[in-house]
């Protein structure tokens, strides 16, 4: 399935509320709070040359966030960098004086995390990183999955001191039961998707992201041409087009969302103009992005910076894994969980049809930018489908 945006049908620039987020002073904010995470280290990016000659492009640059903040995911970004602010935000009204990232540690302050419990839903990999939030201000965190949420990936969450709670069906119904407990008990609903009424806080998330994007301009010598990101309920697809169209301006690549054929929630989004809720199908092997509606949030700066929507199959996403896990050439090997691959699945596709390459103007002086979005979080798994422990693969990586 494959969509060019109808950017003449939606017609505006990002609004004011979206610049603000997404643009350089939001992602500065980011840069405050990671400069005072111990652990944080700038993620690789890798280039893969022998790709790049197979698929008849100049060059395949993979932003590799299977080693971000210890938790092997780009969520690490999003709600640990929203719990943080939040608890500055709120013992800056409690203590009556300004409370920032660097003042978390301080006892009064530590205080006031106490009180204050974060509730979400999860696939696994954002409920990880509102957990580590927490346990790193001294909040509370409960986090709500699903049914196809597997027992390694609540082992994950639970570590960090989170409690969790399973709850039956999808994540859609895990989104729905996380916010009615959380209003019930007057706790703090961390979600990385939004709804009407409730914005900011996604917002937020998507702010953390950003900080993929600065990253990657840094350490590429020149703008990428073109960026195929995946999305769930488009938080990440919608923070790296927002903030390359707020600093790049017309230098910005195209960027081109990739998706689940059977969670396709942008895709039917850009179809009919808004958020729809897609039917839930035979769930799909990419579990990080089994979404079945697109955030509005996300889905605004989308139908404004997002050049076009396509999506792929199981095979697709299967493939893509064990091709980055037993590279060509010199290339070096990448551990990509289930959906880590998915915007490089979606560039192996669009490269490999006429038509798609014409639309997308791809070609042999496209430059790519593509976001390993996580690494082997479910690490029993990845083994299973790959044929090779993640370890061995790292190990292969680094020698």
Not at 133 to 160: C, P, Y
Request: glycine fraction near 10%; charged fraction near 20%; hydrophobic fraction near 45%.
């Amino acid at each position: 399935m494959f969509l060019v945006n109808r950017q003449d049908e939606y017609g505006e620039p990002l609004d004011e509320r979206d610049a603000a987020l997404l643009g350089a002073e939001g992602a500065q904010s980011v840069v405050r709070y990671l400069s005072t995470r111990a652990n944080h280290r700038v993620t690789p990016l890798m280039t893969l040359p022998k790709m790049a000659e197979n698929l008849g492009v100049t060059a395949v640059h993979v932003k590799d966030e299977g080693q971000r903040l210890g938790l092997g995911s780009f969520k690490a970004l999003g709600g640990a960098y929203v719990v943080s602010l939040l608890v500055a935000e709120e013992a800056s009204r409690r203590l009556g004086r300004t409370v920032g990232f660097a003042n978390l540690a301080e006892t009064d302050v530590r205080a006031v995390a106490a009180s204050m419990t974060f509730a979400c839903a999860t696939d696994g990999n954002h409920g990880r990183s509102v957990a580590q939030g927490a346990e790193l201000v001294g909040a509370r965190a409960v986090i709500f999955i699903h049914a196809g949420v597997s027992e390694a990936r609540a082992d994950a969450i639970a570590k960090f001191g989170a409690e969790i709670r399973r709850v039956s069906g999808n994540y859609d119904d895990s989104v729905a039961e996380a916010a009615r407990v959380a209003n019930a008990n007057g706790w703090i609903v961390l979600s990385d998707t939004s709804w009407e009424g409730y914005e900011r806080i996604p917002g937020l998330v998507m702010q953390g992201y950003t900080a993929i994007a600065r990253e990657a301009l840094e350490q590429m010598d020149s703008v990428p041409t073109h960026v195929f990101i995946q999305a769930g309920v488009g938080g990440i697809a919608a923070a790296l087009a927002g903030y390359f169209a707020l600093t790049l301006g017309e230098m910005r690549p195209k960027l081109i969302v990739v998706e689940p054929d059977r969670a396709a929630c942008i895709v039917a989004a850009a179809i009919a103009g808004h958020p729809v809720k897609v039917a839930h199908g035979e769930p799909t092997i990419m579990a990080m992005l089994e979404c079945y509606v697109a955030s509005p949030v996300a889905w605004r700066v989308l139908s404004r910076a997002a050049d076009a929507f396509m999506s792929v199959d199981e095979d697709d996403a299967l493939a893509i894994m064990r091709r980055l896990a037993r590279p060509d050439g010199n290339d070096p090997a990448v551990v990509a969980g289930e959906s880590g691959g998915v915007g490089l699945a979606g560039l192996v596709k669009a490269a490999g049809d006429v038509e798609l390459r014409a639309a997308l103007a791809l070609d042999g002086n496209s430059r790519v930018l593509v976001v390993n979005t996580e690494g082997a979080t479910d690490p029993a798994l990845y083994e299973r489908l790959v044929g090779r422990p993640p370890a061995e693969v790292a190990m292969q990586r680094a020698g």
